[in-house]
């Protein structure tokens, strides 16, 4: 049972580097656990109504089927029979989820307890399918207080891709005491770890792989006098030695800083003491308030630009990467039509960049590449961020209805195929009667 163990852990590497290319959806498994050595669990975010689609890989190479038939969303559990065994290659499993999908946006979780926030500022979702919480969605409660349906404390609140509870962390801190507007918003970074920014004192905070302690990345001297610190962005690991974090300053009378600012860590835990970044996007473009940034697999950024009124300043402006200050944009989203930008993210699989309209509670939807209008639905009342999974679904979180809302794209039919990070191995007894099996077999073909 031991070696069994070690080689479940050993080969993960390999497994790690070779999951195969997703295709976006709205329905997939996330949540993958090992159960024993021959089976595992996942979670269905909505149902899949279609079919869930079981398939053992030795060594990439399919050598097993089943499937499971339509399933509803919720955690499932599957266990290998041995088929299909192939003595001395690494087995992985696949799971493909389908179903007939919606023709328009529709909220896939109902409003429940554990969707249920007082002060909702933040959101981010692990699209990292060689971790344990791919999947996972991490909501800032920016206060804490009494709601509809509990009472919270302010802190990060885990949810399931299905919306079911998926724990509490603070890290060790007092975010109560660091005030209503910490934590906000959030990233999680290559290394799997959650970084969350303390508005209210504007500072960023890294939360350790098992949330139990925060570290803090940036102090007084590594900001101007007018510095604010409300979005983040975060690019390589201290592990590698090529971590970098990127801060909004969204101050809007901050004419010298006002942006996107640039802290390269490297190798350290924390940005060196008086190292005050350097500028990559602004000051001079930004006339209002910019609060949240994105950047795609080429580099090019999007930030947005918040106003209450229309005509005064785009929702969201894309950025070419380049040599900084970078104070041009490639294009702009048509600010006489839209406004209220506050939270953004982006879903390449589709070219979409989105963000949360704080004041009519609607999701806006722009081309990544022209800018264009894609369309939109309205998600609530007061959006203070937005998050896409990695199969397209949309989290938004809204502190005037208190409520965190998983929601589902009009795609139709879709599907979307799941690698496990681990591997099987069939248990001792079935290895046994494989293997006389194969024997036996033999015996009789001679």
């Known amino acids: 049972m031991v070696c069994k163990r070690l080689l479940l852990v050993s080969v993960a590497a390999c497994a790690l580097a070779s999951l195969p290319a997703a295709v976006y959806a709205n329905v997939y498994a996330s949540g993958l656990k090992a159960v024993g050595d021959d089976g595992l669990s996942f979670i269905l975010n909505e149902n899949a109504d279609t079919n869930v689609k079981i398939e053992v890989l030795a060594d990439g190479v399919p050598v097993y089927a089943e499937d499971l038939g339509p399933k509803a969303a919720g955690t499932h559990t599957w266990s290998w029979s041995g088929a299909g065994f192939v003595t001395g290659a690494n087995h992985t499993v696949k799971i493909t989820a389908s179903d007939d999908g919606y023709a328009g946006w529709t909220q896939i979780v109902a409003d429940n307890t554990t969707t249920s926030f007082y002060i909702p500022v933040g959101v981010s979702i692990n699209k990292n399918r060689n971790s344990p919480n791919f999947g996972k969605i991490y ?18 609140y885990m949810l399931n891709a ?4 998926a724990g509490f962390a603070t890290g060790g801190k007092d975010w109560a005491a660091a005030g209503n507007s910490s934590p906000f918003k959030s990233t999680i970074g290559a290394d799997d770890h959650l970084y969350v920014m303390d508005y209210s004192n504007d500072l960023a905070w890294e939360f350790s792989a098992d949330m139990s302690s925060v570290t803090q990345l940036i102090d007084g001297s590594n900001k101007t006098s007018a510095q604010w610190a409300e979005g983040i962005h975060v690019e390589g690991t201290q592990a590698q030695g090529n971590r970098k974090i990127y801060l909004v300053n969204s101050n809007y009378n901050d004419t010298a800083r006002k942006g996107l600012i640039e802290y390269n860590l490297g190798g350290n835990a924390a940005a060196t003491a008086g190292d005050t970044g350097t500028q990559i996007i602004g000051p001079s473009y930004f006339g209002y308030y910019p609060r949240d940034v994105a950047r795609d697999s080429n580099g090019d950024w999007y930030m947005n630009q918040f106003r209450s009124e229309l005509d005064e300043a785009p929702p969201v402006s894309k950025f070419a990467d380049g040599p900084p200050p970078i104070n041009t944009a490639v294009w702009e989203a048509n600010k006489a039509l839209y406004r209220g930008a506050y939270g953004i993210d982006i879903f390449e699989d589709k070219n979409w960049v989105a963000y949360g309209d704080y004041y009519a509670g609607l999701v806006q939807i722009f081309d990544m590449t022209t800018g264009a209008y894609v369309g939109g639905f309205d998600a609530g009342n007061r959006l203070r961020e937005i998050a896409f999974d990695a199969a397209g679904n949309l989290v938004t979180v809204d502190n005037s209805l208190e409520l965190a809302r998983i929601w589902s794209p009009g795609d139709g039919g879709n599907w979307y195929a799941t690698e496990s990070y681990f591997t099987i191995i069939p248990e001792p007894a079935t290895l046994v009667l494989l293997t006389l099996g194969g024997f036996l077999l033999r015996r009789r073909v001679r």
């Open 139 to 156: 909501i800032s409660e920016g206060g804490g207080g009494a709601t509809a349906f509990r009472t919270t404390t302010s802190g990060i």
């Open 162 to 165: 299905d919306g079911s509870d």
